[in-house]
């Protein structure tokens, strides 16, 4: 059984930092996507950052030079580095992972719906202005 366990988030004034980790239990396979989403009140949910299998990370556009998501293999662990948060960063933040990969280029930042089979419970961001 795969389980998705998210730590970090909080609330931070504009322009502070926060950091976001994402632990796969029991994640075994060898071609992935895991990515990050936020769900702001009201919205619909979005992807903000994906890292595939081999080590690919692609970006939304809207946190592009802030964000920064990155994976550490050996643990299984997924992280987001969040610089320059703005209020409309505020938003439950959420992991997630695919048990494969069927496609190329954006296939990870636009998948296929229901692809990503594994999620975490949420992490709630606050900016304060």
């Known amino acids: 059984e795969v389980k998705v366990v998210e730590s970090g988030g909080g609330s931070v004034q504009a322009g502070g930092s926060l950091k976001l980790s994402c632990a796969v239990i029991?994640?075994?396979?060898?071609?992935?996507?895991m990515g990050w989403f936020r769900q702001a009140p009201g919205k619909e949910r979005e992807v903000v950052a994906t890292?595939?299998?081999?080590?690919?990370?692609l970006y939304v556009d809207s946190v592009k030079g802030r964000f920064t998501a990155s994976q550490d293999k050996s643990k299984n662990t997924l992280y987001l580095q969040m610089n320059s948060l703005k209020v409309e960063d505020t938003a439950v933040y959420y992991c997630?992972?695919?048990?494969?990969?069927w496609g190329s280029g954006d296939y990870c930042i636009t998948p296929p719906p229901g692809v990503y089979a594994y999620w975490g419970q949420g992490a709630q961001v606050t900016v304060a202005s």
């Open positions: 029991g994640f075994k396979f060898s071609q992935y996507c």
């Open positions: 890292v595939d299998s081999s080590g690919d990370t």
């Open positions: 997630a992972a695919t048990a494969g990969v």
